[in-house]
């Protein structure tokens, strides 16, 4: 399920424990709606509201950490990548073949990596036979001079780390929130929204109140679940920068 539409069916979910606390309200005999009841429920109510916004609190740090951390990845996949072509560049003509099978393989790379990370399948990891190659044919360049043995060398470092950013990006685990810990959280919210029409009549304005606090604690829900696919979604990482990171060949 989408994270909007899992929002959606949580924000029906709490609307639906403000119409339980109004019919509880009614049905529950007067001497339940003490002043002593209202305030043992609303003593326990805060101590669950207040666990609920820790545990929302951390979840949008965790997501949003872990956005930051695959974004970066992205970013520094990118920057090798400009690297490795200016490096090459610098070599001389003989690396002209090169760039240009890394510029046709770009493409193909970026449409694997955000359809992997997508998929979340979790199978084996897939050697790269395009990236494999091109690696090779830096190795076995033939440096004419001290310099271009120091390109070259570069050329493979770079080569290596972009390779080791990807495995990391490969490896790195998905932050979605686990099932049972979402059920509890949706459990937490329904009971806190009960309580606030428990023992106070649901009038209009009460109600658009409710439904409005209901929306915001939904969308807190959305923006972890969000965060927690950062290659498919509303907020994915874009994939324009690595595709135009290299400019054609003239």
Known sequence: MSPLALSSVIFVLVLGGILLGSLLRRALPEHHLSKESQDVVRLGVGLVATIGALVLGLLIASAKSSFDTKSGQVRQITADIILLDKTLSQYGSETLSIRTQLRATLAPFVDRLWHEKAAS?????????????????????????????????????????????????????????????????????????ASFSLFSPLNTSTFVLLAVLALSASCAIFLILELSQPFEGLMQIPSAPLLNALAPLT
């Not at 390779?163 to 979605?176: E, K, M, N």
């Open 121 to 193: 399948a979790g199978g084996p990891f897939e050697t790269n036979v395009a990236a494999e190659k091109i690696y090779l044919e830096i190795y076995n360049l033939t440096p004419q001079n001290d310099f271009q043995r120091t390109l070259q060398s570069r050329a493979i470092q770079i080569s290596v780390d972009l390779a080791q950013t990807r495995l990391l990006l490969f490896v790195s685990p998905d932050s979605a929130i686990p099932t049972p810990f979402l059920a509890i959280l949706v459990f937490w919210l329904v009971i806190i929204f």
